[in-house]
């Protein structure tokens, strides 16, 4: 597959933190718009557990854009979780005997690496968690588990150079 072709999965803080520090909608608007565009031809998707995540109790402009209806429709991945792989990163790339507080500190990220073991040569998890390889069990990093179980990984700036964003991006369609 070729690497403009592969399926991009958002993990929560790369929408959480482009809203909040790098890209804000009444700043960059176009990304946004570049965000529902690409979910749309299907190359930047969102689990549905990780939707959750970011929407969970919360009132602000990144809940406010993702609830609309065309955006949720265009972003949110139409699968579901096989539990065989979401078992297989827990015990693989946390450990076989996390505790509940352990599994609630983890979050939704299983499921999100889970989806890109799907197809691995042509899934890519996107988060802005910094490898640290040092760490243990439920403090883990999505990086370094991708990387202990197979699914690929990058951040939200490589998948922006991967799929071309720029600020014009609508006139060249």
């Known amino acids: 597959m070729a690497e403009d072709r592969k399926l ?49 109790g919360k009132d602000d402009p990144l809940t406010q854009w993702i609830t609309k209806p065309h955006v949720k429709e265009n972003l949110i991945l139409n699968e579901q979780a096989n539990p065989a792989l979401v078992a297989k990163v827990t015990f693989n790339g946390y450990a076989p ?26 899934r890519c998890v996107v988060s802005l968690e910094v490898s640290k390889p040092s760490t243990k069990r439920q403090n883990r990093r999505v990086p370094d588990v991708c990387k202990d179980v197979g699914a690929q990984c990058c951040d939200v700036f490589g998948m922006m150079r991967a799929l071309g964003f720029h600020t014009g991006w609508r006139k060249s369609l």
Request: hydrophobic share 45%.
């Open 97 to 122: 005997d996390l505790n509940e507080n352990e599994i609630a500190q983890i979050g939704r990220d299983p499921f999100l690496i889970s989806y890109a073991l799907g197809a691995p040569l042509e």
């Open 8 to 56: 991009y999965l958002l993990d929560a803080n790369t929408l959480i933190t482009s809203q909040g520090v790098y890209y804000p909608q009444a700043m960059v608007p176009e990304l946004w718009s570049w965000l529902e565009h690409q979910g749309f031809a299907g190359r930047v998707k969102m689990p549905f557990e990780i939707y959750e995540e970011i929407i969970a």
